[in-house]
Every structure is written in C-alpha cells, then in structure tokens.
C-alpha cells in the first residue's frame, strides 16, 4: 500500500466488505475527531478518579504537587500534572500497578509484559488486568484493519520467543486471533540451556513456505535476514503480501532492499509500525510512509513536548514523545516520557479517512528516533536517522553499529572519533568499506574509522528487540 493507491472510500468500503470490522460499530476511529474527543476526555476523567484513588505513585504526587484532580476535564488540562520519567518508573514499577478496591470481576490480573531494557534500566513489568486484556484485544483488531488484514490471511510469528514476556510476540497471537487468520508462531531466538525449544532461521523459513505465509510480524531487521536468507535458499516466498516490520525503525531504502530480495515483488506492503510496551502494541500505517495510525485513541493519549520546556508542541513539531492513559485498570502512566523524538497529528488521516492520533515522518524516513541516540561528534550534530538512511541499502552489510569514543580514552579532552563496526557477507572488504566510508562521510560530514566484526558481536536477536545502532563510549 502506498500513498495514491488509498483513498477514505477504500478503506471505508474495505472495512464494510469483512464482517469482524463491520460489526464495530464503536471504534473510536471512525467518529468524527469531535466525538472523539468527547469520548477521550469522558475517559481521561473516569481514569483520573481511578489513579487519584488507588495509584501508590500518583496519589504521593498529586498530593505532593498540589494536582487538583478535578479541576482536569479537558485534554488541555493535562499539563497540570507534572510529566512522568523513565527512571521514575523503571525505580518502582509496582506502585503504578492500581490497586482497585474492591476489586470488579475483570480488575484480576491476567498478564504481565516487560518493557525493552534500556541504557537506563532494566527491563520493567507491566501489568494488564482482564479489562486491558479485552481492551487490547480490540485495539489489535483495529490495528489489524488499518493494516488491510483479513480473515483469509496466514501470519507467521516471527518475534522471539524470549525468556521475558515480550508484546511482539504475544501482541502477534492477539491480532490473528480477533481477526479469526490462520496463525504459526515460530518460536525464534536462542535456547535458555536445558530447553531444546527454538528455531532457526531456516527453520522459520520452512515454516514460511509450508503454511503459505501471506504476512510476516517481527523485527524490520530480523525480517530482511529472513528474507536475504531465503532468496539463497530458494524459498518460495510468493503467498507474502505484507510485513510487519515493528520495532526497529525501517527506512525507505531497506523497504525497498527487502522487496527487491522478494524478487522485486513490488506490491508487498512493508508496514514499518512503532511498537512500545507502554501502549501494548504497535501504532501501524495504513500506506506506507502515511503516518503511524495510533489504534486506540480511546486507550491512549499522545503528547509531544519540548525536550527542553517540556510544555507540548505543535502538530507537526518534533518533540519527546509522552504517553497518558485514559482507560487502563493494571499499570497506569501518566504524561509518561517514552524517550523518543516524533512528531504527531491530530484530526483525520488524509488517506484513509481514520480518527486519532497519527506519528508522521519528520526525520529521514523514519517515524520516531530514540532521544538518546541523537548525539554530538566533535562539535558536529549527528543525525542517527540519516546515517541509518545511508546505509539501509548497502550491500554486503550484514549489521552495523556506530561507536563515539575518545580518541585518548583515558583523556577527556581527546577529541571524538567515530567508528563503525560492521559484519559483511559476500562481498570484498575493502570495496565495502569505501562506499561505507563515503556513505556516513555525506550523512554525517565526519569520516569514520572501519572495524570489522562478526555479527552477534553488535546485535544478537534472540537477546533483544531493538539493535543498538549507536555507542556513546565517552
Ligand atoms: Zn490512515
């Protein structure tokens, strides 16, 4: 799907075509954005009554910070709570879990996820209750339909079967099953000893031809192993009409890499989705690079602040992404600071007609940058996302990571050097590293030393969701 071949009536017309999206007749997505609203800031005050009484966490601030509670009505009046940091939460993860007294049938615990480590912290639970659980359980079937999903289709889960519950895997299970598609989940990543349980990459691709697959879930760049792999192989990948390329961030180039190793299949969707923890699944696109559809506007709240007033910003502008729940009964965030840079807009989509809330493309071609990985080389501001754009089609490159370090590192006045390290596959060194060179040279104006290394030594898959694009050893 690309912007063009999408207009509102399609995607109107799609939905009234398959039964288990006609019958929902009250997805927030297709009210106009008024009542929307209206329904948000009914929620908002509902969820406020709930954290003001039962949220260890949110009690002792609002009493601390002098947070009237009801005196927020409006989305507006929002910033009248003080936002809500990572290490606040990676600190005590448990005092933001409600503890609903006495308790509704539906207020049981049922799941815990964790959260992706971070260079802050450890992963963190998060806990959903039964009501999130059917929650989510619709905002995946929603999710499901902006991204042209049918009960006809066959999903291959290709997520890690972690040894922490992760939402890319179980979030895969929940939209084939509300969908009612044929599902395979193939158990990827690395053993724990003792536990003789996961699969290959050839064994997922095996998988992949056998059932037909016509959509693939997982990591942009587990995706595009998978795919590069099976080209060798010969595998018949023709059934796949869509990826789900969710949680790294998958630029136009590497779109067009992985289709070119689906032999050039030009009309395979690359859905390049922003998945957190905090919001249980992925905001997807409905075409591609059209803006990254937040599936449960009645769930979640988006927010994008100055990184420096932390006051919101603008449609459009860049800024910290934050994330408020309006209608959650197990952990509860408010104003939370996710800790990536995005832009947002409101109001309906321009392709497809839909309400809410959509991340757009402001930076390269991608939707969100981790706020982190922003960095300064020597006095030079160094966009993650352009070098990433750089390198998304070059061949030969298996994995790359970029390092900052000091020249002298036991001098911290030493002047920075860039380094990137990198794994290659058929093809000769030395030609790779002069194009790599040339490459970050444009993208960056700074002139990067090569070291080759193998591939798990940067990114090993089974142990993370997200490669660590970049090292700041300073
Ligand atoms: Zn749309």
Avoid at 106 to 132: C, H, Q
Wanted: proline share 7%; glycine share 8%.
């Amino acid at each position: 799907m690309r912007i063009g071949e999408i207009t509102p009536r399609k995607a109107r017309d799609f939905v009234a075509s398959w039964p288990v999206y006609a019958r929902d007749r009250g997805s927030p997505l297709w009210m106009n954005p008024g009542e929307l609203k209206t329904l948000q800031e009914s929620n908002l005050r509902g969820q406020l009554e709930l954290v003001a009484a039962f949220s260890p966490y949110y009690r002792e601030v609002f009493r601390r910070e002098k947070v009237a509670v009801g005196e927020i009505h409006t989305l507006q009046d929002l910033e009248r709570i003080p936002v809500t940091s990572k290490e606040s939460y990676l600190d005590n993860p448990i005092s933001f879990l409600l503890v609903v007294d006495p308790p509704d049938p539906l207020d049981v615990t049922y799941e815990i996820t964790y959260t992706s480590g971070t260079t802050t912290g450890a992963p963190a639970p998060f806990f959903n209750t039964a009501y999130d659980m059917f929650n989510i359980s619709l905002q995946l079937r929603r999710m499901a339909e902006i991204s042209w999903m049918t009960p006809e289709d066959t999903v291959v889960n290709l997520f890690p079967y972690g040894s922490l519950p992760h939402i890319g895997f179980y979030r895969t299970i929940h939209f084939a099953s509300t969908v009612g598609m044929k599902l395979v989940n193939a158990l990827v990543g690395k053993d724990a000893p003792g536990f003789a349980l996961h699969r290959s990459v050839d064994e997922a691709l095996g998988l992949v031809e056998l059932h037909g697959a016509s959509i693939l879930a997982g990591t942009g760049r587990y995706e595009r192993r998978l795919i590069m792999r099976g080209e060798q192989l010969g595998t018949d990948l023709s059934p796949v009409r869509t990826l789900m390329a969710l949680g790294d961030t998958v630029p136009e180039g590497m779109r067009d890499e992985m289709r070119g190793h689906l032999h050039g299949a030009a009309d395979v969707f690359v859905n390049n989705g922003y998945i957190l923890t905090e919001c249980q699944g992925p905001f997807v696109e409905c075409c591609e690079f059209g803006g990254n559809h937040n599936p449960a506007p009645n769930i979640y709240h988006i927010e994008i602040l100055d990184p420096d007033t932390l006051r919101p910003l603008p449609d459009g502008e860049v800024g910290l992404l934050a994330v408020t729940h309006i209608d959650r009964r197990g952990t509860v965030l408010l104003r939370y600071v996710v800790g990536d840079l995005a832009a947002r807009e409101g109001g309906t989509c321009p392709y497809c007609g839909r309400s809410g809330d959509r991340l757009v493309v402001r930076m390269g071609s991608t939707y969100a940058v981790r706020a982190e990985e922003v960095i300064r080389v020597g006095g030079k501001l160094v966009n993650p996302e352009a070098v990433r754009n750089q390198l998304a089609g070059v061949s030969g490159m298996v994995e790359y990571q970029l390092v900052v370090e000091k020249e002298d590192p036991r001098n911290a006045f030493s002047p920075d050097r860039l380094i990137i390290r990198m794994s290659v596959a058929g093809r000769m060194r030395q030609d790779l590293e002069e194009e790599v060179i040339g490459r970050v040279c444009e993208a960056t104006g700074i002139r990067p030393k090569v070291e080759f290394v193998q591939s798990p030594e940067i990114y090993d898959p089974t142990l993370a969701l997200k490669a660590t694009r970049f090292l700041d050893k300073r």
